[in-house]
């Protein structure tokens, strides 16, 4: 098992590298193929791909296999990289970053997926503390491995990196992650669903990526994005109450533990925003900290987060309790972000440390234990799109999060996070700057605390030390009702069976 979950963590890290490794690369990537607003496409492109593409994959991993789609995730990902890294053109470049983006999409969701199929759920929490602490490595070391290969090799190998990573973990994959058996569904694969949440989810991206920077929220693209996702999404909930197999299962939907997971996720996420986005801006224009070192200044949190999804797992593992940990987790956010908004006020690259490695013991605590709550808690046929439905609100909450708080930070500032120039700014501007990222502070603190009320809500069903069963459901048998509270109340069943869902009772 140790091989194939080396693989499938190698199947992630692509994903998670490329868009840390390309942020240093934007501006020569500006100087070489377009204006510097066009290459903000680049970004869009990607991060509308994900989210558009995520539960989609998902729910293809349960009806056709997620071995087999992820491995066909990755190799989209790899070619596209490849087109990418020799695009003549801005324009090649930004439809092969949609097209690597809507792979990544299913890289993350199918592997996180793929370690709920492989590991039992009383060990699940330790696993994905390690792919936590890979991702937050990946995440320090994204953007200065970036800086030397834009410096010493030329952009384009911003992209080549990811092909001999992943046909490392193409080849891993292939020989050590088992293939569980599918059953063939009879039930037609929800189309309409599928191209009405492409278009909800799309709209509302765009939305919130464009909304107050490329256009103002009254302007008429705003509107109309805005009445396209409300159109999709009321078509969306109709036609899924309808659906033989929904691409959004409804009754998911309404269990307590997917609900509460997916707005806890959300916004942890959107929270998380407030650090990485608006503390390095901070420090650079606050301490005259380099780029470089207001990356660096991120390693605190970094170093947190490993820790605590390390122990957590641990501890989740020895005891079959997760619920305390996502809690406690949710209160040291909101407490390190009430910390950075007083101490901001009178700059300190140390105690910025202090408070980003705080926020990131807690944020280390949550995100893991919400995925280990969700796989626990549903049946194995519905453990991919349960998976993405997850990975779905995170998305959701990331991009929400960095429009909400960037239009606090713009509304208080009068200057936009992407804005250059800051280091001229006159002692008034600065005090506006820093009254500005306080605001985003005090703000996302409000967020982390809602999440927490939501969070003591979810239901603390003990986690089983049996693994995953391999056998494959009938065909066409429709999903399982709700079990009985005492089913899932004896850790150490005998029962293969994943599934329970005991104490999810409805939201």
Same mark, same amino acid.
């Given at each position: 098992? *140790? ?27 500006? &100087? ?65 970053? #949609? ?25 699940? *929490? ?53 293939? #569980? ?73 309404? &269990? ?60 989740? #593992?020895?005891? *079959? ?148 069963? #391999? ?37």
């Amino acid at each position: 098992m *140790g091989v194939a979950f080396g693989a499938i963590v190698l199947a992630m890290l692509p994903a998670v590298l490329d868009q840390t490794i390309l942020t240093t690369a934007l501006p020569t990537i500006a &100087t070489d193929l377009g204006r510097l607003a066009d290459v903000s496409w680049v970004v869009t492109a990607y991060v509308a791909g994900a989210a558009v593409a995520t539960p989609l994959w998902g729910k293809l991993g349960d009806r056709i296999g997620r071995k087999r789609m992820l491995e066909l995730a990755l190799a989209i990902f790899l070619t596209a990289s490849a087109v990418c890294g020799a695009a003549p053109d801005i324009t090649m470049l930004i439809v092969s970053r #949609a097209v690597q983006g809507t792979a990544a999409g299913g890289l993350m969701t199918l592997a996180m997926a793929a370690v709920g199929d492989i590991v039992s759920p009383r060990e699940r *929490g330790r696993y994905q503390g390690y792919i936590a602490a890979a991702f937050a490595l990946a995440t320090v070391v994204g953007p200065l491995v970036g800086g030397l290969l834009v410096e010493h090799a030329g952009w384009r190998w911003v992209f080549y990196v990811n092909l001999p990573l992943g046909l490392l973990a193409l080849a891993g994959l292939h020989r050590s992650l088992p293939s #569980a058996e599918i059953a063939a569904d009879p039930r037609p694969f929800d189309r309409s669903g599928a191209v009405l949440l492409a278009g909800a989810t799309a709209g509302l991206t765009l939305a919130c990526v464009w909304g107050g920077d490329r256009y103002g929220w009254g302007s008429p693209e705003i509107l109309g994005l805005i009445a396209a996702t409300l159109l999709c999404s009321g078509g969306l909930v109709v036609g899924e109450r309808r659906a033989a197999d929904p691409i959004v299962p409804v009754h998911l939907l309404g &269990t307590r533990v997917v609900a509460v997971a997916s707005a806890g996720l959300f916004l942890s996420t959107a929270a998380l925003f407030a650090i990485t986005v608006f503390v390095p801006l901070f420090l650079q224009t606050t301490t005259a900290a380099t780029p470089t070192q207001a990356g660096l200044l991120l390693v605190p949190m970094m170093l947190g987060v490993t820790l605590s999804t390390t122990l957590s797992g641990r501890v989740t #593992a020895r005891t *079959g309790r997760y619920k305390p940990f996502p809690i406690a987790g949710l209160g040291l956010m909101s407490a390190a972000l009430v910390l950075l908004a007083i101490v901001s006020g009178d700059p300190s690259r140390t105690r910025t440390a202090i408070g980003v490695g705080v926020f990131g013991v807690g944020f280390g605590m949550v995100t893991q234990m919400l995925v280990v709550a969700v796989q626990n808690t549903v049946d194995r046929r519905e453990l991919g799109i349960a998976t993405a439905t997850t990975s779905f609100f995170r998305g959701l909450g990331a991009t929400a999060g960095a429009a909400g708080l960037g239009a606090v930070f713009a509304t208080r500032s009068g200057l936009t996070a992407g804005e250059t120039g800051l280091r001229g700014l006159s002692a008034a501007a600065r005090g506006d700057l820093i009254g500005a990222v306080q605001a985003v502070f005090l703000v996302a603190a409000p967020l982390a605390l809602l999440g927490l009320v939501i969070v003591a809500r979810l239901p603390d069903v003990p986690l089983r030390r049996s693994p995953p069963q #391999a056998g494959p459901p009938q065909a066409g048998t429709p999903p399982r009702a709700s079990s009985p509270p005492q089913a899932d109340r004896r850790p150490q069943a005998a029962s293969a069976e994943p599934h329970s869902e005991a104490g999810t009772g409805r939201a």
